[in-house]
């Protein structure tokens, strides 16, 4: 349930990503031509995968933790822009060297951006996933109650 959500979100940040980043292109760099093509966008969802694991990784704890919706989104955005910011610095550190990450961070920034400006639009589904879950968990610990004896 929870993967479906976060697969949903990464690929509405990946569409979001490719805009963010074409436009930032053109405009600090002049050139949005080479940016706009189905390459790039390829390129942004297989950098884009580790993100989305920790991701998948992420949101279960944050789902079942105490706190209202509004504090479970808060630490959801947290965690995405924590995770995108690990890729590109395993990215960087493995492709490139981290001192290109620290000249270029701002190459992150649309990342970023278009994670926590996808979470904002699928704030119902998020809420939806937060009752769906929550219920489940309880249903579960309804059914399955953990005895503990004393020895």
């Known amino acids: 349930m ?3 959500h976060v697969l949903n979100t990464w690929l509405l940040a990946n569409l979001f990503h490719q805009l963010l980043f074409s436009l930032g292109c053109l405009v600090f760099y002049n050139n949005a031509e080479s940016f706009m093509l189905f390459g790039s966008l390829i390129a942004g969802l297989v950098f884009s995968l580790p993100a989305l694991l920790l991701c998948i990784i992420f ?4 789902i079942y933790s105490s706190g209202s919706v509004l504090e479970k989104m808060c630490f959801w955005c947290l ?3 924590g995770g995108i910011i690990v890729t590109g610095i395993t990215i960087c550190l493995i492709f490139i060297d981290i001192d290109f990450f620290l000249s270029s ?4 920034a649309p990342g970023i951006v278009s994670a926590i400006l996808s979470i904002i639009i699928r704030i119902t589904q998020f809420q939806n ?8 968990n309880k249903i579960s610990n ?3 109650p953990n005895h503990e004896h004393n020895i």
């Open 2 to 4: 929870y993967i479906k």
């Open 59 to 62: 949101l279960p704890p944050l």
């Open 79 to 81: 965690a995405v822009a």
């Open 105 to 108: 961070w701002m190459l992150f």
């Open 129 to 136: 996933l937060t009752i769906a879950m929550e219920s489940q």
């Open 142 to 144: 309804d059914q399955n």
